[in-house]
């Protein structure tokens, strides 16, 4: 839909404190990953200068994932803000119009906006009554999905228009909420419009219908997420790792009651050392929750059923020793490099080290609920993908990179050479 589908031309003074909405205008909200600022405007297209909205300019409110509003400074007709958030909401209740002159009845006029610096990062879940959410298509097409109050919300108008003004995407939501956007070149700007027949009163004043207008701007829809940096600098680690003497004497149903003990004793003291810093860490949010922290919980309780003492710090081998030094001295600047240590081993628990527990059950009887029983693994993922900020981005790759080489050494050990060649 554009301008003219939209709304009825009309005349509009320029110089009313509040615009009239026949210039079809919208709450816009865009984030700036460098500079760290929120910027909120009335504007027909983001690009464009924003309207001035008068005494309902106190109304506007930008809201952050933990729910806490985030302090506004007006800066000309625009409201800004600093915030290391790269996902930012924003609303406006616009209250109770009259445009019986133009054919459009009297309605309740709703405005939200989100504002993300990545697609990964589109997908954190603000809360908003109308929000919109976007990934990409293995075609490389930005999907959208419209959500009403948490539910797909079919038949919703999305529209995609230029820096001029110019409709350039026009399309109704399926039933589950999304559509295909036309491959993009640059940041995302898309809006949703959702009308409701459904009469009442706010703010004292009767109206026939609710009109509510959602809008999302991605600033680099090109951004590769922190999962795939992760994955691609892993290189073929986790081909080394399968190749290591601890994983062939696994599947060669080998392994000793023994070498079982030593390898979930070394693993004990790594996921310990992680979850302290994490539990500490006072970034929030961090994807570290009790579906990861079980973990840790599952491996003490197969330890103490299998009768293995709980490893204390002086049963750390050396290298072993020299990841928790390094795990322990990165948390003075953060808990990324931390985090980078458990993306490895809650990937290698959640995923492929199913396997092993099979092989390791099959032969010594003795069942591993860590390797069957850790979950969440998707929505951990997803969360990761929300981390944005270039440092923190490195220091979990620094992180995650020292836990493979840590790993693939350990698993080297003649200790963990097949039982048949070791007394």
């Not at 809360?127 to 990934?135: A, N």
């Not at 075609?139 to 529209?159: E, H, N, Y």
Request: net charge negative; hydrophobic share 40%; charged share 25%.
């Amino acid at each position: 839909m554009n301008c003219k589908t939209l709304l009825t031309p009309c005349a509009c003074i320029a110089a009313l404190a509040i615009p009239s909405l026949c210039q079809a205008h919208f709450l816009w909200a865009s984030l700036d990953s460098k500079t760290k600022t929120l910027a909120i405007g009335l504007q027909e297209v983001p690009a464009q200068e924003p309207l001035p909205l008068g005494e309902r300019a106190a109304l506007v409110r930008a809201l952050l994932p933990s729910g806490r509003v985030l302090d506004l400074k007006a800066d000309g007709n625009w409201f800004r803000a600093q915030t290391p958030e790269s996902c930012v909401g924003a609303n406006l209740d616009y209250g109770v119009i009259d445009r019986r002159d133009s054919g459009r009845g009297v309605f309740w006029l709703e405005y939200y906006a989100k504002a993300a610096t990545t697609l990964g990062s589109s997908q954190v879940k603000l809360g908003l009554p109308v929000e919109l959410f976007t990934t990409q298509r293995n075609d490389g097409s930005p999907m959208i999905t419209v959500l009403r109050d948490g539910k797909p919300a079919a038949g919703a108008d999305l529209v995609v228009e230029d820096a001029t003004g110019k409709t350039t995407f026009e399309r109704k939501t399926e039933a589950d909420g999304t559509a295909t956007l036309l491959t993009v070149q640059g940041p995302i700007a898309v809006r949703a419009l959702i009308t409701e027949n459904a009469p009442g009163t706010h703010g004292g004043k009767p109206y026939d219908l609710i009109r509510i207008y959602s809008t999302l701007t991605v600033q680099d829809p090109s951004a590769m997420p922190l999962t795939r940096l992760l994955r691609d600098s892993f290189g073929d680690m986790h081909d080394v790792v399968s190749r290591s003497a601890f994983i062939e004497t696994v599947m060669a149903g080998d392994l000793t009651k023994s070498q079982l003990e030593s390898h979930l004793a070394q693993r004990a003291l790594v996921n310990e050392a992680v979850d302290q810093v994490l539990r500490r860490a006072r970034v929030r949010p961090l994807p570290y929750g009790k579906p990861q922290r079980e973990v840790l919980s599952l491996r003490r309780d197969n330890m103490r059923d299998n009768g293995f003492a709980r490893p204390g710090p002086s049963a750390a081998w050396p290298l072993t020793q020299a990841l928790l030094s390094e795990i322990k001295e990165s948390a003075r600047k953060g808990p990324y490099f931390a985090l980078g240590v458990f993306h490895v081993y809650y990937g290698g628990i959640t995923h492929g080290g199913r396997d092993i527990g099979d092989a390791i059950d099959r032969r010594l009887k003795t069942h591993l609920t860590y390797y069957e029983e850790s979950a969440g693994y998707e929505e951990y993922a997803r969360q990761v993908d929300e981390i944005t900020d270039p440092e923190a981005e490195q220091e979990m790759i620094c992180g995650a990179d020292e836990a493979y080489r840590t790993i693939i050494a350990v698993n080297s050990l003649e200790v963990f050479g097949q039982a048949k060649s070791i007394s």
